[in-house]
């Protein structure tokens, strides 16, 4: 008798319980999903990694969506062209000051589980920003042709955004300039190589999962 | 662990089975995250789903504490698209299209929107602002199918309200909106007003103004339409155009003339409508050939461009003939492999001729290529490393302006395919691939049959449900010497199944008119050949103007798939009309009784038709069809019911025929006739066909050119009922213009009185015809015809109608229509008017030798024809001479010179013959009255001078012109 009750009491808390939404679609480009799920771990392992409490609002969502997709357009190019990337053993030498901070492995294993991430999705995140840098990088910089005179004015245009800066002759910074001129093409390159994706590809996102 | 798995909705588009298979979360298993996302994935993979959500409920269940709910929101596909209210132009396919709307594809929301914004778009081209387009979206949750209906209101069409002209345009404005042929007009006038605007009317201008300038050597002129100015007010359009007319362009050539239409073939720039330094080469590369071509083989061509002044160019080409030659000799030297014969089937060039080929055909560039060609043909056949040189020797032979070709040829070593490995396919595949590829084992090794393999493996795994098949092949060198391995690797992919085959857009077509076509059925393996075999013979059914197919949600990642079918139904009515004239040379005058031996007539003809398609929505057909000439006034309706019982094999007619014809000019028959015919397609080649005929047909008397005698016997009204079969065999290889093959008929009927039949017969008709190529253009073709008529009953004599008559362009040359076999001749009781009176025999036969003649479109044929028509079966003879004036049962024999001419619908044909035993006869000369007036138990003398019979013959030459080759 008293068994039967129990069981009438645990089925009928069972009914009242409500569902609890394990994951849901939250955008899609083309065939590819990026769920819900997704989206809140990126975020909680980017708070880990910049050591700021995580921030799980729509708009932060989108930003971590939007983030995804590209990351995906990319690392989907590089296996279509089945460039060479980093392996999974890369990530080691990135995971190696972020243990640093930490007395020993049982901590650092501890401060994961207290961020609620997992040490293989951890590497997983920066195995995945590495091979996008390093693709980034192979795809879109040969491309660069910088002559001297868009040196040159980039240089006088980053003096005048700068007034205060040291005074420095130009061929003392032209190393320095000419990174920084060719990183900003390449992340231009970038960008609009992504643009020009994201416009052949259908991209949806489930405003719900945003609100 | 996981208790249970819910989908909510519980009805999901897949099959709980293929979701089991497909779904990585299983009851029972521990609930994973990674498995929840994979979840996701596949199912939005599968093209199903717009949403999914997963959700956990706690359980009870002692099988674990959770239960997955999955709950999905579906997708829709593209199912029927349709309208009402076309105004065409467009026309309903065009706009249609304009919708882009694929069938099959995903429906997104807003899809419907941008579909009515890209018809709006089609319809303002064609001048159709005011439109107004409203749609209903049907939705289908059980297959997925969204169909939208559009209902167009076009209201007026805009027509032209002037034209703005910019650019640099050196013509007068009057002029250019002339080319534009906006205005109302007819030819060179123009009336007050404007014409409609309609998108081929827009382009229409826009190019012509483009030819004008163009007429006038502008070749790099721009015409462009800016823009399309639309006035509501007025309901008018004025478009803006933008022309460049650019410099003029003289082409000219030096020392030798072409012909401007030959030169705007030979320069490119007046195609590209562009002047550069690569397009100049090219067209002196080609004016080069074309010299060679005509036996100037070392011409010289040169070019010069200069600019005169302002907007004038001009382009000499400077052309050196230098001495014509001939091609006097191939010679082809170091084969071993192939002989001569086979190699010499795969060059183009050729040597002199007497008719053909004056100079003979030769380019360098042809030589060039017939190298490659034979070098091809030793490759395609393992010979890998094979080399082939080709050489011009001058003064070929010691003779001064004869070149010859010589090719050397280096076969080396032959290569065969040692092993074949098949991987990646099962064992009964692989045993499958390896008896229809072409490489095997002991095989020769080419790279052509490589590339042939790979699409015969493709082919064979995207037809059995393998729509991502790959195949990849690879070569080691054997062991043995000249010998490979070759390693064959399939990955086949996901099979993908039929889940259904969905029908639509039957309006009054019914449903299983349209199912009784399609091939394909549920469970299938998706085969794309079966789904084109279903969608040729919906449109060999007739009754659909566009049979559209497709997978419906075709990229998505699922084992069993939707098969559509769009049908657009065709109009109900077609009809058509003709115009046509007919040359013969056929018996005398229609009052008269000159010329038994024939005249010749010039007939014109009018024809109309109208067809029913469709009937009652099976696809069945009913027409009329009318001709009238001042030979033969000709009516017939019937009914045919293609596909018959729903069997492609079978065809069944109905139909009735009214026939008053003149074409045999011994009487004018008059025929009512019902058939009924089933045709059985036994094979590609063999068709059976059993037919019922019944027929009346009367002699009209006033037109007879008989001896009155005779009328009683042979002009009398006749009822036939015939039952007959006929066998069909045609193995030719084009029935236009045949080159190799076989052709027999066979036809077998009895007339008998259980069939209505007044006159008791039976009646065998044999054709047989064969074709023998001699050579590429060379054939022999010969054909015998046979025909026996064997009265059993009835009314004594077989009638008239009933009879053969022949001779003319088909059967025997020497005789004109329908001349041949026996004739009205003079008796102890007919005074004979020499019109043919048909036979009840025949027996032809004729040979033909065809060639080519000049050039490539005109041929030659040199003929022998004989045979006659016989009074009777046991009066067939091959006798040569004519026994008297009264026996035409002898042999006539004709020999004789035709020319063809190719045309896409078969050559056109012109024979002359002789013949050398062509018949004599005594004919009448003078009128019915006349006639009439002779008494044939008088002597001559006592008879009027008209009845005095007139010794004749038909003419030992003839000529026939017509249409396709004689057999």
């Known amino acids: 008798m008293i068994s039967r009750l129990r069981l009438a009491l645990l089925f009928t808390l069972s009914a009242a319980a409500p569902a609890e939404t394990l994951d849901r679609i939250a955008v899609t480009v083309g065939k590819y999903v990026i769920s819900e799920q997704d989206l809140l771990r990126d ?25 995804l997709i590209d990351q995906y357009l990319v690392l989907q190019d590089a296996a279509e062209t089945r460039a060479a990337l980093p392996s999974a053993e890369s990530t080691a030498a990135l995971l190696e000051p972020l243990k640093a901070r930490y007395a020993n492995e049982a901590d650092y294993l501890a401060a994961l589980a207290k961020a609620r991430i997992s040490d293989g999705g951890l590497r997983a995140h920066l195995l995945a920003g590495l091979r996008m840098l390093r693709y980034t990088s192979v795809r879109f910089r040969p491309q660069m042709q910088i002559s001297e005179e868009g040196l040159r004015a980039y240089y006088e245009a980053l003096m005048e955004q700068n007034p205060n800066a040291p005074a420095q002759s130009f061929e003392e910074n032209r190393g320095q300039v000419e990174k920084l001129l060719t990183d900003q093409q390449t992340m231009q390159s970038l960008d609009d190589w992504v643009k020009m994706m994201r416009s052949e590809l259908r991209i949806v996102y489930r405003e719900a999962v945003f609100q | 662990m996981i208790a249970r798995i819910d989908f909510d909705p519980v009805d999901q588009p897949l099959p709980r089975a293929e979701l089991d298979r497909l779904l990585p979360l299983r009851t029972g298993a521990l609930l994973r995250a990674e498995d929840v996302r994979q979840t996701l994935q596949k199912l939005f993979e599968t093209g199903r789903f717009a949403d999914v959500v997963i959700d956990a409920l706690p359980s009870s269940d002692a099988a674990g504490p959770v239960i997955v709910r999955i709950s999905t929101t579906l997708n829709f596909f593209v199912g029927g698209v349709s309208i009402d209210g076309i105004d065409d132009p467009p026309n309903r396919s065009q706009l249609l299209t304009s919708a882009k709307l694929e069938l099959g594809a995903p429906f997104a929301d807003g899809r419907a929107t941008q579909a009515v914004e890209h018809m709006q778009e089609r319809l303002e081209a064609n001048g159709i602002y005011g439109a107004k387009l409203r749609y209903q979206i049907q939705r289908d949750p059980a297959t997925e199918e969204a169909s939208v209906r559009f209902q167009l209101e076009a209201g007026k069409r805009a027509r032209f309200g002037g034209v703005m002209l910019s650019g640099d345009f050196q013509r007068p404005m009057g002029n250019i909106v002339r080319s534009t042929r906006w205005r109302r007009g007819f030819g060179p006038l123009t009336f007050p007003g404007w014409r409609e605007v309609t998108e081929s009317r827009v382009q229409g201008g826009v190019d012509r103004v483009r030819r004008d300038f163009q007429k006038e050597n502008r070749l790099q002129v721009r015409v462009t339409l800016d823009n399309l100015e639309y006035d509501g007010k007025t309901n008018t359009v004025k478009p803006t155009l933008v022309v460049e007319s650019g410099p003029v362009i003289e082409v000219r050539t030096l020392g030798a003339s072409v012909s401007r239409g030959r030169l705007r073939q030979l320069i490119p720039i007046y195609e590209e409508r562009a002047v550069d330094r690569a397009l100049l080469q090219e067209g002196s590369r080609n004016l080069t050939n074309y010299f060679q071509a005509q036996g100037y083989f070392d011409v010289a061509v040169d070019f010069n461009q200069i600019a005169p002044a302002p907007g004038v160019q001009e382009i000499d080409y400077t052309i050196t003939r230098n001495a014509r030659h001939t091609l006097a000799g191939i010679e082809i030297a170091g084969n071993k492999f192939f002989d001569t014969a086979t190699i010499r089937e795969r ?14 055909r030769y380019s360098q560039k042809m030589r060039d290529d017939d190298r490659d060609a034979i070098r091809e043909l030793y490759r395609a056949n393992g010979f890998r490393d094979a080399q082939v040189t080709a050489t011009t020797l001058d003064d070929y032979q010691g003779k001064h302006d004869d070149l010859g070709v010589r090719f050397e040829i280096q076969e080396g070593a032959q290569w065969f395919v040692d092993q074949l490995g098949i991987e990646g396919a099962s064992e009964l595949d692989a045993r499958y691939l390896r008896s229809i590829i072409r490489s095997g084992e002991g095989q020769p090794f080419s790279e052509s049959d490589l590339a042939a393999d790979r699409d015969t493996v493709l082919g064979f795994y995207f037809n059995n449900g393998y729509p991502e098949a790959n195949f990849d092949w690879s070569q080691t060198e054997s062991a043995e010497s000249n010998r490979v391995n070759l390693r064959y690797a399939v990955r086949p992919g996901e099979r993908q199944f039929v889940r259904d085959v969905l029908v639509r857009g039957l309006e009054t077509t019914r449903q299983e008119v349209a199912a009784s076509r399609i091939r394909i059925r549920p469970g299938d393996a998706i085969s794309y050949s079966q789904i084109a075999e279903t969608q040729q013979k919906l449109y060999d059914l007739g009754i659909f103007s566009k049979v559209q197919t497709a997978l419906q949600n075709p990229e998505g990642k699922e084992e069993r798939k939707y098969v559509l079918f769009q049908l657009d139904e065709a109009n109900k009515y077609s009809f058509n009309a003709g115009l046509g004239a007919e040359l013969a040379r056929i018996g005398g005058g229609v009052t008269s009784f000159d010329a038994p031996a024939g005249v010749t007539i010039f007939s014109p003809r009018v024809s109309a038709g109208i067809s029913r398609l469709n009937f009652l929505g099976i696809g069945h057909t009913v027409g009329l069809q009318a001709r009238a000439s001042t030979l033969q006034q000709r009516a017939v309706a019937s009914y045919q019911a293609a596909q018959f019982t729903g069997n492609e094999n079978l065809t069944f007619t109905v139909s009735t ?22 045709a ?18 009367t002699i009209d008397e006033n037109t007879l050119n008989i001896s009155p005698e005779l009328v009683p016997l042979l002009a009398q009204p006749v009822r036939v009922g015939l039952a007959s079969a006929s066998f069909i065999q045609d193995r030719r290889d084009n029935p236009t213009d045949t080159h190799r093959g076989i052709y027999n008929t066979v036809d077998l009927g009895f007339a008998l009185p259980q069939f209505g039949s007044v006159i008791d017969y039976g009646r065998l008709v044999l054709r047989n015809s064969t074709y023998h190529p001699l050579s590429r253009d060379v054939v022999i073709a010969r054909t015998l015809q046979f025909g026996y008529i064997q009265r059993l009953g009835g009314i004594p004599k077989i009638p008239l109608g009933e009879r053969f008559f022949a001779g003319g362009a088909t059967s025997h040359r020497g005789f004109p229509a329908n001349q041949a076999g026996p004739r009205d001749i003079k008796t102890e009781t007919s005074p004979g008017t020499g019109f043919p009176l048909g036979g009840n025999a025949m027996l032809f036969h004729s040979t033909e030798l065809r060639f080519p003649l000049i050039g490539e479109n005109m041929g030659g044929v040199l003929f022998h024809d004989m045979g006659n028509v016989y009074s009777s079966i046991d009066q067939v003879s091959f006798r040569f001479r004519q026994g008297s004036y009264q026996d035409f049962n002898y042999m006539v024999q004709a020999a004789g010179f035709g020319i063809r001419y190719r045309t896409p619908v078969g050559p056109i044909r012109v024979d002359f013959s002789y013949s050398p035993n062509s018949p004599r006869f005594v004919g009448f000369s003078g009128t019915r009255d006349q006639l009439l007036a002779c008494n044939p138990k008088l002597p001559p003398a006592q008879n009027p001078p008209a009845c005095v019979g007139i010794p004749q013959r038909i003419n030992t030459f003839q000529f026939h012109f017509s249409l396709g080759q004689t057999f």
Request: glycine share 8%; hydrophobic share 40%.
């Open chain 1, 43 to 67: 975020i909680r392992i980017s708070a880990f990694l910049d050591g700021s409490l995580p921030e799980f609002g729509g708009a932060q969502k989108r930003k971590t969506a939007d983030r």
């Open chain 2, 347 to 360: 060059i183009a060039i050729h040597e002199a001729g007497t008719l053909r080929y004056r100079y003979g």
């Open chain 2, 657 to 678: 025929l009214f026939d008053t014809s003149r074409d045999v000019r011994t009487f004018a028959a008059r025929r009512w006739e019902g058939t009924v015919q089933l």
């Open chain 2, 680 to 697: 059985q397609r036994l094979s590609r080649a063999n068709i059976l066909q059993y037919r019922f005929v019944y027929r009346r047909v």
